[in-house]
């Protein structure tokens, strides 16, 4: 299963950007020919998430060409 470590990417990347801001929202763009179970990701993502500013973070889906499978955008919360 491919996407535990996908998902281990993609939260060590926003996590990295989010300079500790916790974040909401990741967007990812996913194309048919990239092998990629959206469930499985999805679960792997909740799981890998926990503790880190990630957790909780809504993973969204755009349907991409190919096999693109990049991060397309993320939100995260302001500073007060």
């Not at 926990?50 to 889906?61: D, K, N, R, S």
């Amino acid at each position: 299963m491919h996407e535990l470590g996908l998902s281990r990417n993609v939260v060590a990347i926003v996590s990295d950007h989010a300079k500790g801001r916790a974040v909401k929202r990741v967007t990812l763009s996913v194309g048919p020919l990239a092998c990629v179970e959206e469930q499985a990701l999805s679960f792997c993502f909740g799981v890998v998430a926990e503790g880190t500013v990630l957790e909780g973070a809504a993973l969204e889906f755009i349907q991409a060409e190919g096999d693109e499978f990049k991060i397309k955008e993320f939100e995260y919360e302001e500073a007060a």
